[in-house]
């Protein structure tokens, strides 16, 4: 078996160092409404407010930051569904570089133009039938980019470790922690620290019930491929969890608790009308996971990590006005 991958609290640190002055420290929202409907004190870590839009931006850029110097000089490739797209697209205009990112032909019009808009190039490929990681790497290599994938990559994921960091640094110990679960990046990250800071604390993922790839497989102990599917938390529909994250969810991740659209809907409205936050689909899971009563046996004081505000009007207005 390879070892697991070595990833701690130090490593993530070092990346809050090198996000320090360029990502947003993001807000922490409280609400009693909210406290009173779960019956938990819960604390809202806001990546709907960092830049792009969503948690991405900090792993991108710790990754690209790191970079030898003639390798960033080439120019950077990514692949992804829309906010690591977004993200990479922003670090490497920071980092006075290009990118060129894969993007699924279906993905979010908003996250496509937006991609386009920090500066970089676009190349669509069909994720119902084409192997995103196999064409990214082609991509990479046959420009000589340097390729930074979206969270199996031990840089990416200290990076986004850094919002459970700043949010316990914030909020002081927590009973639990709930974390959005696509490729398993930003609870790989918020695991190393929050476990490394307060053992005790209890680290719940929330998949789509389509989307359940990392419950399965921390269920049977390996990791388990599942067709592609299809929810509206776009940015969470994979069918298999990471190599890296998986070995590192393995051992520090509690539970995984699944949410419907419905329930992820209803989180999206109840943030708007009572929070007066936006949240798109992937990062209303935790919060619909708390309001539908999904986490089992909820402890005194909860964080959230809401990952990510990525939508446009249009489609929020379509899933919201029901």
Sequence with gaps: MPAEPHLTLDDVRAAAARLEGVAHRTPVLTSRTLNARVGAEVFIKCENFQRVGAFKFRGAYNAAAQLPPDQLA??????????????????????????????PEDAPRSKMEATLGYGAEVVTYDRYTEERAALGEGLAKDRGLALIPPYDHLDVIAGQGTAALELLEETGELDALVVPVGGGGLIAGSSVVAKSLYPAVRMIGVEPEAGDDTKRSLESGERVTIPVPRSIADGQVLPSPGEITFA???????????????????????????????????????????????????????????????????????????
């Design 74 to 103: 080439k120019g950077i490739a990514a692949f992804s569904s829309g906010n690591h797209a977004q993200a990479v697209a922003l670090a490497a205009r920071e980092l006075g570089t290009t990118a060129v990112i894969l993007m």
């Design 248 to 322: 590192l969810n393995q051992r520090l991740v509690d539970a995984i608790a699944l949410v419907s659209d419905e329930e992820i809907v209803e989180a999206m409205r109840f943030a708007f009308e009572r929070l007066r936050i936006v949240l798109e689909p992937s990062g209303a899971t935790p919060l619909a996971a708390l309001l539908s009563g999904r986490v089992e046996n909820l402890p005194p004081r909860v964080g959230v990590i809401a990952s990510g505000g990525n939508i446009d009007t249009r489609r929020f207005a379509e899933l919201t006005a029901g």
